[in-house]
């Protein structure tokens, strides 16, 4: 599988990839630079960057190879002589090559989004660091840390998606240094497993409606950090006395406090753990909110005959009954043998 990224790097999609800004990955941008390409490279963009269906005859023959593999790993469909991804694209991040869902308004399985690169920037792995990726996704953490020399096990709740995550591993060369499994966070290891030197999450954390009690595994909560509370819960006993955890997190804040503050305060002197939050954007939560028409249409994808407009008024009480203003993406840092608390806002409050 490697000498398909070979190949696509040789081609130029690489170089493509690189005139984008941060690493973005949007489907718009490429197909606005797209245009500006011909022949073999712009059918490439169309099929791997745009979704665009091609002919399996006329692809590059590492990546006509690579077809059986690609449609037994779920992420492209063949029918007669045409194929096309599903869902996904084939981009490169971080100097990774990742088959994942682009930002999307929808609810997606393969995800990746600006958290995905912005909470990789914060990690940093020596060669030979055991590294617990929970949430994984697509593999997208695991993978940065494995082509650093580390060792990564990813835990996955879909199955689908961690087979992509094992796709990942195979075109990017480092099969051999992940480990991936199945379940709900810590489930899946093995009893006693040593503990590890890193452990990272980006947890889903959109808030959901789902009555209490009735809440999915990946579901966030009424705060968006039910998941981000199960992983705190599991790190005594799986992260090494001097080993480092990042999270991702959705808090809210009630005017500029975070509505969370005495909890993990709490939390990190209870555990004897350093805790750095780094908040950066501000969301609002009133009725016209990007992030309440997330939630109404988050639930409306498993409950489509709900009230939008019912749904609208009960997010806005959800957030209303935590005192929450205002809602922050942030970066949670834990250094374990450590026992302070702090709060960096990047954005100046």
């Known amino acids: 599988m490697t000498r398909v990224v070979a190949e696509l790097e040789r081609l130029g999609l690489a170089e493509f990839l690189a005139d984008f800004p941060g690493d973005s990955v949007d489907r718009r941008q490429w197909a606005a630079g797209a245009r500006g390409l011909d022949g073999e490279?712009?059918?490439?963009?169309?099929?791997?960057?745009?979704?665009?269906?091609?002919?399996?005859?006329?692809?590059?023959?590492?990546?006509?190879?690579?077809?059986?593999?690609?449609?037994?790993?779920?992420?492209?469909?063949?029918?007669?002589g045409e194929v096309r991804l599903l869902d996904v694209s084939l981009f490169r991040s971080a100097g990774v090559?990742?088959?994942?869902?682009?930002?999307?308004?929808?609810?997606?399985?393969?995800?990746?989004?600006?958290?995905?690169?912005?909470?990789?920037?914060?990690?940093?792995?020596?060669?030979?660091?055991r590294v617990l990726d929970l949430c994984s996704g697509p593999g997208f953490q695991g993978l940065v840390a494995a082509r650093g020399g580390a060792r990564a096990t990813l835990v996955e709740l879909l199955p689908e998606t961690a087979e992509v995550?094992?796709?990942?591993?195979?075109?990017?060369?480092?099969?051999?240094?992940?480990?991936?499994?199945?379940g709900d966070l810590y489930e899946p290891l093995p009893a006693g497993a040593r503990p590890y030197d890193h452990v990272i999450a980006n947890i889903p954390f959109l808030p959901t409606l789902a009555a209490p009690g009735e809440e999915a595994a990946h579901d966030g909560g009424e705060d968006g950090f039910g998941v981000g509370r199960r992983v705190l819960a599991g790190l005594p006993r799986h992260l090494a006395a001097d080993g480092t955890a990042h999270l991702t997190a959705l808090l809210l804040q009630a005017d500029e406090r975070l509505v969370t503050d005495g909890e993990l305060r709490a939390w990190a002197a209870e555990n004897g753990y350093g805790l750095t939050v780094t908040l950066t954007e501000r969301m609002a939560v009133d009725a016209d909110s990007d992030l309440v028409q997330t939630t109404v249409s988050d639930h409306l994808e498993t409950d489509p005959q709900a009230d939008p407009e019912e749904l609208t008024t009960a997010a806005v009480a959800m957030y209303a009954s935590r005192g929450a203003t205002a809602a922050r993406l942030a970066y949670l840092?834990?250094?374990?043998?450590?026992?302070?608390?702090?709060?960096?806002d990047r954005t100046g409050g």
Request: proline share 8%; no cysteine; glycine share 10%.
């Open 165 to 182: 995550a094992r796709l990942n591993a195979e075109i990017n060369g480092v099969a051999d240094r992940i480990e991936v499994l199945v």
């Open 97 to 129: 090559w990742l088959f994942a869902e682009p930002p999307s308004p929808f609810p997606v399985r393969h995800y990746f989004g600006r958290d995905s690169v912005a909470l990789a920037r914060r990690t940093g792995f020596r060669a030979g660091a």
């Open 41 to 80: 490279l712009r059918a490439l963009a169309g099929f791997l960057l745009l979704g665009e269906p091609a002919a399996a005859d006329r692809l590059p023959p590492a990546l006509a190879g690579a077809l059986p593999a690609l449609v037994e790993s779920g992420v492209a469909h063949r029918s007669g």
């Open 333 to 344: 840092r834990i250094d374990a043998g450590m026992a302070d608390f702090r709060v960096l």
